[in-house]
């Protein structure tokens, strides 16, 4: 009973994921969900509430793990002594980025989902959290710059923004255009050390 049970959830899914990632939320239909998992649909929310609840299965835990472990890099480096800290962030961000983008190739899927298909959900705003974390504790760099005598010379919020933004977009565009791992790391890293040279000669180091 508990494996016809669990074949009945995972066909669910799998129908749902396939769904998902032809039409996006918005425009995914239950009844196709359910058409195409060969299940009724009381069947389907038995296990599952709501269209959006479905969604909820199949990135929830990917989308709070990659946020989860992103918060804890750049926690991890404000927690460094002040003095350690300039020297030591090109490398400590380029290892979480590749980290996070062997997790992405792990979960393409999920990511497709996630990055092409989230409109209408609460997911759709991963790349705005990525950019908000990411301003924050770019502040928290300057005022450890300023600590240490170097102070960053004043950028403006909306240059800042579009420099960040523009890092996000390209860093997901190698799940976006399913790009061979290989390739994406090689990319990774000559994208990383252009906007790392951008930075350093924007905050005068």
Known sequence: MQSRMQ?????????????????GFRA?????????????????????????????????PCYEHFLSAYRDALDTFAQLPPEQ???????????????????MFGHREAFHLLLLCADGTRYSTLKDEMVRLEINATHRYYRVLEKLGTP?????????????????NAYFE?????????D????????????????LK???Q
């Open 7 to 23: 074949n009945t959830q995972e066909k669910i899914l799998e129908a749902a994921r396939a769904e998902f990632l032809e039409k």
């Open 28 to 60: 995914a239909s239950v009844r196709s969900i359910v058409k195409a998992a060969g299940v009724t649909t009381g069947a389907l929310y038995g296990y599952y509430s709501s269209k959006e609840a479905l969604f909820d299965a199949l990135v929830g």
């Open 85 to 103: 800290q300039p020297e030591r962030m090109s490398t400590i961000s380029q290892t979480r980025l590749e980290e996070l983008l062997l997790y």
């Open 152 to 168: 960053a010379p004043r950028i403006d919020p909306r240059l800042e923004h579009i420099l960040v933004t523009g890092l996000m």
């Open 174 to 182: 190698m799940i976006i255009h399913d790009m061979p791992l290989q």
């Open 184 to 199: 994406a790391q090689l990319y990774l890293q000559e994208l990383h050390s252009f906007y790392s040279a951008g930075w």
């Open 202 to 204: 924007i905050m005068g």
